[in-house]
Nanobody, 117 residues
């Protein structure tokens, strides 16, 4: 059973870079056909897919966030990371990492990130 755990600062100042790490257990991030995604949910809003990194290392970006988002991985640590630059208060949300071979079958519990001075 694949398990995912998000980690990172719970508070980020406006205009700074938000950095989160997803640590994976129970499976490898290089397992064929698995895609490792970041999703967020702002207060009172729906889920927003932010981007993904594939088992091969290929990257997939959300058009609306592409200019501010960077996703990378560390295969030795079995982790993948999200960096979101120049954050405004509107980026306050619960951030999730998720994965699966054909759908987002496995989810972390989510971590709340508040953007505030």
């Amino acid at each position: 059973q694949v398990q995912l755990q998000e980690s990172g600062p719970g508070l980020v100042k406006p205009s700074q870079t938000l950095s989160l790490t997803c640590t994976v257990s129970g499976g490898s991030i290089t397992t064929n056909y698995y895609y490792w995604s970041w999703i967020r949910q702002a207060p009172g809003k729906g889920l927003e897919w932010m981007g993904a990194i594939a088992y091969s290392g290929s990257l997939y970006d959300s058009p609306s966030l592409k200019s501010r988002t960077s996703i990378s991985r560390d295969t030795a640590k079995n982790q993948f990371t999200l960096q979101l630059s120049s954050v405004p208060p509107e980026d306050t949300a619960v951030y999730y990492c998720a994965s699966g071979p054909y759908a987002l079958d496995y989810w972390g519990k989510g971590t709340l990130v508040t953007v505030s001075s």
